[in-house]
C-alpha cells in the first residue's frame, strides 16, 4: 500500500483514494508514512449519513470490514451509533460476496439474504445501512433495501471529485 502511494506520488497524484473497504484496515499503518493525503471511504460514508441526518447506521460488507474498527471509529467520531449483522448474517453476507457476487453471480437468494438482514436491522433501529464492499451494489440499493443505503464506493468517487475539484479551483489563476 505504501509502496502504491510513493509511485502515485511520483506520478504527480495530488490524493490517495481506495475503493477496497476491506484494506482500509492497514491505512493507519501507513497514513503517517504516506507522501500524499488519504480520502477515508468511512469517512466519506459518515459525512454523507450526517448530511442526510442518518442517526444509527447498520454495516455491511465482509467479514473482515464488518470486525473491524474501519466504520465505527469513524461513524462514532460523528456522533453516529452503529450496528453490525450477528455472527450468522455475518457469515451469510460474507459468502454471498466472496463466492457469488466476486465472480458476477446474482441469485435472488442472495438479495433476499441481504434484504433479510437490513429489515431486521431497520427492527432494531437503524435508519440507514451502509454497503461496505464494492460489490454488494451490484444487488442491492435503495430500490430494493428495506432502509436507505450509504453507497461506499460511489460515496467514495464523489467526495474524490468534490476534492479534485476544489483543489483545481484554488489553484486556477482568476479563482
Not at 40 to 50: N, P, Q, S, Y
Not at 53 to 58: E, L, M, S
Request: proline content about 6%; charged content about 25%.
Amino acid at each position: 500500500m505504501l509502496s502504491s502511494t510513493e509511485k502515485l506520488a511520483k506520478c504527480g497524484a495530488d490524493f490517495l483514494i481506495c475503493p477496497d473497504n476491506t484494506i482500509h484496515q492497514a491505512l493507519p499503518y501507513i497514513e503517517a508514512r504516506s507522501p500524499l493525503p488519504w480520502i477515508h471511504i468511512a469517512e466519506a460514508v459518515a459525512d454523507e449519513a450526517v448530511a442526510r441526518g442518518f442517526r444509527n447506521v447498520g454495516i455491511t460488507g465482509t467479514r473482515w470490514l464488518v470486525a473491524s474498527e474501519v466504520y465505527p471509529e469513524k461513524l462514532a467520531a460523528r456522533g453516529l451509533r452503529y450496528q453490525r449483522p450477528d455472527s450468522d448474517e455475518r457469515r451469510e453476507i460474507d459468502r454471498i460476496i466472496m463466492d457469488e457476487l466476486v465472480y458476477g453471480v446474482f441469485k435472488p437468494e442472495g438479495v433476499a439474504s441481504f434484504q433479510r438482514v437490513i429489515q431486521r436491522m431497520k427492527q432494531s433501529g437503524c435508519d440507514a445501512v451502509v454497503l461496505g464492499c464494492t460489490e454488494i451494489p451490484l444487488i442491492i440499493g435503495d430500490a430494493n433495501s428495506p432502509l436507505p443505503t450509504l453507497d461506499s464506493t460511489r460515496l467514495l468517487a464523489r467526495a474524490a471529485l468534490a476534492h479534485a475539484v476544489k483543489s483545481t479551483t484554488k489553484t486556477e489563476p482568476g479563482r
